[in-house]
């Protein structure tokens, strides 16, 4: 018997770390720092508005005048999140992370409750080696480096955080069914 093929939702985080839309980008820096990560989900009211990196910041910050305290995240983050469904295959999201040179997707399921879809984690290419080296090694992918400051606690239901907009990838969601989603979540 052949075993199926590995999803996203195998190896995505759980419970990404939240920054809202009008914190300091020092404040997201040093949160980011304080974790040992390079990507905050971006809240506007309880919504999904988009994602910020490291390397967001970094090029903000590289502006001639810019300031680590007037400057907030709204400035630097990507607005329009790409996303994919959990049963979305491991090796079409490395492909079109590739090709896209994303550094991460969020990942989307239907809430159980009422059927609109949800963030419920995000893959990074940290995620990406962790899944290459559990696939190569054979055994369980368990992060080889934890935030410190994200409280350790136990297993909570899913949160659902909507998206105020989204954008699919090939494959993981339509350009017509990223439009249901986004309509349905605002």
């Not at 985080?13 to 990507?39: F, V, Y």
């Not at 005048?65 to 790409?82: C, E, H, K, Q």
């Not at 494959?171 to 605002?186: E, I, K, N, P, Y």
Request: proline share 6%.
């Amino acid at each position: 018997m052949i075993a199926p093929p590995p999803t996203v939702a195998q190896y995505m985080t759980s419970e990404p770390a939240t920054a809202d839309l009008g914190i300091s980008l020092a404040d997201a820096q040093e949160r980011m720092a304080q974790n040992n990560i390079r990507h905050l989900v971006v809240l506007e009211d309880g919504q999904i508005a988009g994602v910020i990196s490291s390397r967001d910041i970094a090029v903000a910050l590289g502006v001639k005048g810019a300031s680590r305290r007037d400057l907030i995240v709204a400035d630097a983050m990507t607005d329009f999140p790409y996303v994919c469904r959990t049963t979305t295959s491991l090796a079409e999201v490395a492909e079109q992370m590739e090709h896209h040179r994303w550094g991460c997707v969020i990942v989307i399921d239907a809430d159980e409750d009422d059927g609109v879809d949800v963030a419920v984690g995000i893959f990074t290419t940290t995620d990406a080696l962790r899944a290459l080296h559990s696939l190569i090694s054979g055994k369980p992918a368990e992060p080889m480096v934890k935030p410190r400051d994200l409280p350790q606690s136990e297993p909570q239901p899913r949160r659902p955080l909507r998206f105020a907009h989204l954008r699919a990838i090939e494959g993981g969601l339509g350009r017509h069914q990223a439009a249901q989603v986004a309509t349905s979540t605002r």
